[in-house]
């Protein structure tokens, strides 16, 4: 059983910045495609960003792509996302994922373990 814990989130002004980071814990990091997705208050979850388990792969959602990044470090069982240029739409409770399928994905349905989030607000 693989262990989710989200950090990082918290109250920003439009335009700035977050970090937002993941780390693993039960299982072998390496071994899984990681990804992050976001649930605004009254939408459902949404995909964001996901990398590949070897890092050489990642996707973005068009309404994040060149403003955010995500990156894994393996070898600390961590998975981050850089936010910048940061949206009033980007208020939501961002979750990270693991995914042991052979190909990353971007559907959330693919994801076999999930963190508790945490949440993001950004203030106009």
């Known amino acids: 059983q693989v262990q989710l814990v989200e950090s990082g989130g918290g109250l920003v002004q439009a335009g700035g910045s977050l970090r937002l980071s993941c780390t693993a814990s039960?299982?072998?990091?390496?071994?899984?495609?990681m990804g992050w997705f976001r649930q605004a208050p009254g939408k459902e979850r949404e995909f964001v960003a996901a990398?590949?388990?070897?890092?050489?792969?990642?996707y973005y959602a068009g309404s994040v792509k060149g403003r955010f990044t995500i990156s894994r470090d393996n070898a600390k069982n961590t998975v981050s996302l850089q936010m910048n240029s940061l949206k009033p739409e980007g208020t939501a409770v961002y979750y990270c994922?693991?995914?042991?399928?052979?190909?990353?994905?971007?559907?959330?349905?693919?994801?076999?373990?999930w963190g508790q989030g945490t949440q993001v607000i950004v203030s106009s």
């Open positions: 039960g299982g072998t990091f390496s071994n899984y495609h």
């Open positions: 994922a693991a995914d042991y399928s052979y190909r990353v994905s971007t559907m959330g349905s693919n994801y076999d373990y």
């Open positions: 990398i590949s388990r070897n890092t050489d792969t990642t």
